[in-house]
């Protein structure tokens, strides 16, 4: 496999490094390791590959500059399954990082066991990297590591109420398009009448534009579900593209395509707020079909991890989050119900989370995935815990410089100069106020 490119700022020649692919347990596998090695490894998670045949690796994108440069090894797994299939994601992960030192031995080189393992990973891949380092997940995984430390970012930390607030976002959009009692499963009938209803503009080019007032409430509803007031939210929902594809997967039937047999999805607790309309919520609580999960549908197991594995907030070692706040397909509440959990459980000493100003899902820059990953592990090899972003606490969130602290709007070798983020970072840079110095 190619080398990483030479950049102006490296101290060490990426051509150097042992670079191995292969295939593992069914899963396709990328590995390297520096010429001269740190002794520890970083597992990396790709996120959601759909529902295709073809497995893919992803080269820890945005982080193997970083890596590389820093003496560590990295390795990365296609999972030998695609789907939302989190189970075979942390097994085969894991998987991969146990056979580390015997693919270096049969490469031809000979390499100590790794001092340290870490994870890292974005989306569906953070979702993995969270709960790969549960305690639920060491004691009841086939593949079992202990890791040192996680850096989920974009990541899905709120398990299975991901799913529950495409619900939320589905009933609320066929109560305000006067459909509200309408089958959930069949959303596809009425899915031109609600689109319709709610926006003047709906397409993947953006921006989308809500039709009032419908439209209005409805984006007011989903803003609050996904987080609460915050900046970059109105950008991301018109130009940031994830709502288009949030309304695809409206319909489902709660199994997440077949992961599970039975639905999951749970929309009873939800309260849904339209900010300045009392009426209007009192109405839109009242009409709204409400959808309840069957009992056990990913109840533990005894083969193995649970289905759609979960982050309960049961770990001791390092974590540093990161995520956008105009993302509303992976959104920010998800940082706000894992604070909570891992609160819950006493471990909140082991947690920083840190927001970005971004207006899509995962469109972060090297130089914030970097940073992150860099934080967690200073912290974990000896270092002062680093700083993050209160998530949870509304008027901070609400602020406008919210999110200012990490966000890095630099372009450097690893990042696309013309693409999605760096055109939404320059949108964003117009229609906002500067970060403060």
């Known amino acids: ?18 670079r ?12 390297e390791v520096p010429e001269t090695w740190n002794g520890k490894l970083v597992m990396y998670a790709h996120g959601y590959r759909g529902e295709g045949n ?33 189970r075979a994601g942390v ?35 953070g979702h993995i990297s969270a709960a790969a380092i ?24 709120g398990d299975t109420e991901l799913f529950d607030y495409f619900a939320g976002a589905q009933v609320t959009a066929q109560a305000l398009a006067s459909v509200p009692k309408y089958p959930f499963a069949n959303f596809a009938d ?20 809500p039709r009032s007032p419908a439209g209005t409430k409805f984006q007011s509803v989903v803003k609050n579900l996904t987080g609460g007031e915050r900046p970059i939210a109105d950008l991301g929902y018109a130009y940031g593209g994830t709502i288009p594809v949030v309304f695809s997967v409206f319909g489902s039937d709660g199994t997440v395509n077949g992961i599970l047999n039975k639905s999951v999805v749970d929309s009873t607790r939800f309260s ?31 083969d193995g991890l649970r289905w759609i594995p979960k982050t309960n907030g049961e770990f001791k070692i390092p974590v540093v989050t990161l995520h956008t706040l105009g993302d509303f397909y992976v959104p920010f509440s998800m940082e706000q119900i894992y604070q909570k959990r891992v609160a819950a459980k006493g471990n909140s000493a082991f947690l920083v989370q840190r927001a970005v100003r971004g207006a899509s899902h995962c469109d972060f820059t090297a130089a914030e995935q970097s940073e992150t990953l860099d934080a967690m592990l200073k912290w974990e090899q000896g270092g002062p815990k680093p700083g993050g972003d209160d998530v949870i606490t509304p008027a901070t969130v609400a602020a406008p410089s919210y999110g200012c602290t990490y966000t890095r709007n630099t372009f450097g070798p690893d990042d696309n100069p013309t693409g999605s983020t760096a055109q939404l970072r320059g949108l964003i840079a117009q229609a906002t106020a500067p970060c403060p110095p």
């Open 1 to 18: 496999r190619p080398a990483l490119a030479a950049a102006p700022g490296d101290t060490v020649d990426n051509s150097k490094t042992s």
């Open 20 to 31: 191995w692919s292969g295939v593992l347990g069914g899963a396709l596998y990328h590995v």
């Open 54 to 86: 073809v497995l893919t690796v992803d080269d820890a994108p945005g982080l193997r500059r970083y890596l590389i440069q820093n003496g560590y090894a990295w390795a990365a797994s296609s999972y030998s399954k695609n789907f939302y299939d989190v």
């Open 91 to 125: 097994e085969d992960t894991n998987a991969l990082a146990l056979e580390f030192n015997k693919i270096a031995a049969a490469n031809g080189r000979t390499l100590g066991v790794p001092s340290k393992i870490y994870i890292t990973g974005v989306s569906m891949g």
């Open 134 to 157: 549960e305690d639920e997940t060491y004691a009841t995984a086939n593949n079992k590591v202990k890791y040192a430390g996680a850096a989920p970012m974009c990541g899905v930390l």
């Open 190 to 209: 009425i899915s031109a009448q609600v689109v319709g209803t709610l926006f003047t503009s709906f397409s993947a080019t953006p921006p989308i534009v």
């Open 272 to 302: 849904y707020l339209i900010d300045g309309d009392a009426p209007g919520t009192t109405a839109l609580n009242a009409s709204v079909l409400k959808i309840s999960p069957v009992a056990d549908a990913n109840r533990l197991r005894t």
